[in-house]
């Protein structure tokens, strides 16, 4: 590969942009989902949750996302990378249900549509051919 080339063969071992984007795209996605669920707990949540439980679930589940993220994009788990596409379209597609009961133009139906929407961006980088190749050339094999 020349020094100055834009395009990254998935076989040398570097990232392709595409799974680099996908990562980015999804920390990006944790962080709304964060200023989605501060929003709705001091609008809902803080008479039925103690805070402290809600930060630890919250936490749980943010930890859980990360660790199948960076399995699936730096350590190219393919059983990560559909662990993380399940996860996204259980979790992701109700709430554009919840669009009916929260108009989309105050902050918590702004964010939702917002992470929803980053969600189904990085779950359609995984499942595009950068994603098929990526996942398909063994670890062992690229690191020499």
Not at 52 to 77: D, E, K, P, Q, Y
Not at 108 to 132: K, P, R, S, V, Y
């Amino acid at each position: 590969m020349s020094e100055g080339s834009d395009s990254t063969d998935e076989t040398d071992g570097s990232m392709p942009p595409a799974i680099r984007a996908f990562e980015r795209i999804q920390i990006t996605a944790i962080v709304v989902g964060w200023m989605n669920a501060t929003v709705a707990y001091h609008e809902a949540f803080h008479f039925y949750l103690n805070s402290l439980v809600f930060t630890g679930v919250l936490s749980a589940i943010s930890a859980l996302v990360f660790m199948l993220m960076a399995r699936a994009s730096r350590g190219r788990c393919n059983v990560s990378r559909w662990l993380l596409i399940a996860a996204s379209g259980l979790l992701v597609a109700p709430w554009f249900g919840l669009l009916l009961y929260i108009s989309p133009f105050n902050i918590n139906g702004l964010l939702l549509m917002m992470q929803g929407g980053l969600q189904f961006a990085a779950c359609a980088i995984l499942l595009g051919e950068t994603a098929h190749v990526w996942f398909a050339t063994p670890e062992k094999a690229a690191k020499k």
